[in-house]
T-cell receptor, first 113, second 113 residues
């Protein structure tokens, strides 16, 4: 019973174009969402987050959109760069739940030069 | 200065053995975690622990036990290793209601033969 789902295991994008990574969740109690980036042989590193009281959060080339009614969030990277090639994990948490994060299975993004 | 460090990075061992993975964080965080990344790439919470509370994911076999000698360390002990325990194990830490979620270690790849 996966509460956070990333249905696309991989995505390839041309350098300079937009990358859109998607994430769906089933638990309506989730009120905080995060994206992590992971390179091979390294641990995931925090990228960007959004609270459920917002529908958009932007940080440089990265923007996260949240659609609560659809229980869907997405990460936009524009313009995409070869260094963005990594696995991207979506994660969600419930306030007060010992800050435990529930992760999706990740999407491998490949940015082609 | 590694924020969350795990040792060893790789561990190959035989079935039935008992092994430990060490984790240390120098961030002054109050909560530490162990996650398991299985063959399907999901990151699943095993334990979360601070100086007040240990929360155990009910699906974790009791052969796995966390041990915390102090706030900066959370080691993972595994008894009677089984083939299905082969995975990458990530330690992480967090402090308060951080908008950045967790800081992860680089992972320990455990292979049981």
């Amino acid at each position: 019973d996966q509460q956070v789902k990333q249905n696309s295991p991989s995505l390839s994008v041309q350098e300079g174009r937009i990358s859109i990574l998607n994430c769906d969740y089933t638990n309506s109690m989730f009120d905080y969402f995060l994206w992590y980036k992971k390179y091979p042989a390294e641990g995931p590193t925090f990228l960007i987050s959004i609270s459920s009281i917002k529908d958009k959060n932007e940080d440089g080339r990265f923007t996260v959109f949240l659609n609560k009614s659809a229980k869907h969030l997405s990460l936009h990277i524009v313009p995409s760069q070869p260094g963005d090639s990594a696995v991207y994990f979506c994660a969600a948490s419930i306030s007060g739940s010992a800050r435990q994060l529930t992760f999706g299975s990740g999407t491998q993004l490949t940015v082609l030069p | 200065d590694t924020a969350v460090s795990q040792t060893p990075k790789y561990l190959v061992t035989q079935m039935g053995n008992d092994k430990s993975i060490k984790c240390e964080q120098n961030l002054g965080h109050d909560t530490m975690y162990w996650y398991k990344q299985d063959s399907k790439k999901f990151l699943k919470i095993m334990f979360s622990y601070n100086n007040k509370e240990l929360i155990i994911n009910e699906t974790v076999p009791n052969r796995f036990s966390p041990k915390s000698p102090d706030k900066a360390h959370l080691n993972l002990h595994i008894n009677s290793l089984e083939l299905g325990d082969s995975a990458v194990y990530f330690c992480a830490s967090s402090q308060g209601p951080s908008n950045h979620g967790y800081t992860f270690g680089s992972g320990t790849r455990l292979t049981v033969v």
